[in-house]
């Protein structure tokens, strides 16, 4: 089922148990309840929000960049370069809702009809081979000493998240691809010096994941945006959340001060 023409609702309003309305959540917010409920809880039932970092701004340049870059190929309907050269037999998707998809505001939409959730993720490129399937791409940005890969941990978030999108856009009747692709580009350190300009080294690594886990995860979602908070932040990777640890550390002693007063 489409949803091309959904209202973007607001989300000012904290969720209310009972609430029939259509209750807005973006893909980091599916990410954040994998990575603690607890977490999710708050921001969603109480607004408090964990402390968020500041933003990475070469990312965001480098993000942009490459969208203008792939975005010429994609007026000429021919493949990137890259793309030949890892020989992917697709050319980027022309779609007069692509701007949409990438807006960060609303992405690519679905309401989830089992729980009323207003499900959407911004995603930066979509690609389609001669069949009309369509691959989800991500674009990456980092600078290190070592090749560019997915093998650390903590980018199990980076394939949940190409998984959300693809589950996303098949909710919008598209045929898409198990396999996406991260163009992944390192900022090259063995150089001699700045010289006001960064060397960067790009590279294609192809993802065949699985989205069968979304739609049961919504439901969890809306079970928990429904119950009293979760007594313990638990995190994905096992143990307590270091941010509910945190919280409850920095309370503690806050109420400790206070009792000596």
Known sequence: MRYNNLMAWGRSASYKPGQTGVYKLSRSKIELFVQCQRCFWLGERLKIKRPSGPPFQINKAVDELMKKEFD????????????VE?????????????????????????VHTATNLYIFGAIDDVWIDS??????????AT?????????????IAYKRQMEIYQW???QNGFDVSDTGYFVYTNGRLDLDGFFDKIEFRTKIIPYTGSSEWVDSTIVDMKACLE????????????GECEHCAYARARTQLTLNAIKKK
């Open 72 to 83: 010429s190929y994609r007026t000429k309907a021919e493949p990137h370069p890259l793309m």
């Open 227 to 238: 119950s009293e908070m979760p007594a313990v932040g638990v995190a994905a990777m096992g």
């Open 143 to 155: 600078s290190k000493a070592t090749e560019v890969n997915l093998d650390s941990d903590w980018q």
């Open 168 to 170: 996303l856009l098949r």
């Open 131 to 140: 069949k009309g399937k369509v691959m989800v791409v991500d674009y990456k």
């Open 86 to 110: 890892n020989s992917i037999a697709a050319v980027p998707m022309q779609h007069a809702d692509l701007d949409k998809w990438r807006h960060n505001f609303t992405g690519v939409s679905t």
